[in-house]
């Protein structure tokens, strides 16, 4: 990460990385989900499941994409883990879900794996995600949209229900514009949500959201034998949380943390 975006990160609470996918590799992705998730005529609204790091490789090498990776080192640390992971597509009129996250779980209560922390020098997350982009969504499209800065504030509940619901603009939500192949990373400390989609394109977003090894949110992880082949790395990216001799993510040819 260069100093910039840990200063944005510090600051805001997310950041767009930009063109992580080539559009040949967007194309790719989009004909596949086509294939594994097709739309049903009985479909209406916003459509989502699980698991598509099961779709085939090219969605389960997302995991440590080479662009992303450096990323999660940085905010999470050497030992993350991927949590759970699931797609989200709305077509024009779908509504999606209310503003909700922050530290203390604004609207929701209390959710002890949503926090963020800067000490000596480094920042590390909780529970955090990482966002591909199949679809552009303009200022105005809707999709994600969140309350930057909000992973440091402490008045959540004061979060007005209107604006929580997007049924009032507030000047402080914003929803940042993004194109195909770029990535959105946001910790779940952060208040956010997804706004009604306008656009006449299907929203198309990838949520990968990874934890620090030693916790979860999902009660669910990972059967490896579920996929068709894992390297070395996306199998101790896949284990399960752990509060002992966890090893790194990365590991050079001694088994050291690169």
């Known amino acids: 990460m260069t100093n910039e975006e840990r200063f944005l990160v510090d600051v805001e609470g997310y950041l767009l990385i930009k063109n992580v996918l080539t559009q040949e590799e967007v194309a790719r992705l989009n004909a596949l989900a086509d294939e594994a998730f097709p739309m049903k005529p009985e479909d209406e609204g916003i459509r989502r499941t699980s698991r598509v790091t099961e779709w085939g490789d090219p969605f389960k090498d997302l995991m440590d994409h080479p662009k992303v990776l450096p990323y999660l080192l940085d905010l999470i640390g050497p030992r993350f883990r991927l949590d759970h992971d699931y797609c989200i597509f709305m077509p024009k009129g779908a509504t999606g879900g209310n503003l909700h996250g922050g530290e203390n779980g604004a609207g929701r209560g209390y959710e002890g794996d949503h926090w963020y922390r800067f000490r000596d020098g480094e920042m590390r997350n909780g529970l ?76 198309r977003a990838l949520l990968y959201k990874y934890s620090p090894g030693h916790s979860a949110w999902s009660n669910k992880y990972y059967d490896a034998d579920a996929f068709n082949s894992l390297t070395d790395q996306q199998r101790r990216i896949l284990a399960p949380p752990s509060m002992g001799s966890r090893p790194a993510v990365v590991q050079t040819d001694e088994g050291e943390s690169a």
């Not at 619901?165 to 997804?194: C, M, N, S, W």
């Open 128 to 203: 955090c995600v990482f966002t591909f982009f199949l679809a552009h969504a303009d200022e105005g499209d809707g999709g994600f949209a969140c309350v930057p800065g909000s992973h440091k504030a402490n008045y959540l509940s004061y979060l007005p229900g209107d604006v929580r619901r997007f049924e009032r603009a507030a000047h402080y939500v914003k929803q940042p514009a993004v194109e195909a192949g770029d990535v959105l990373f946001f910790t779940e400390a952060l208040i956010h949500g997804t706004m009604p989609w306008t656009a006449d394109h299907e929203r």
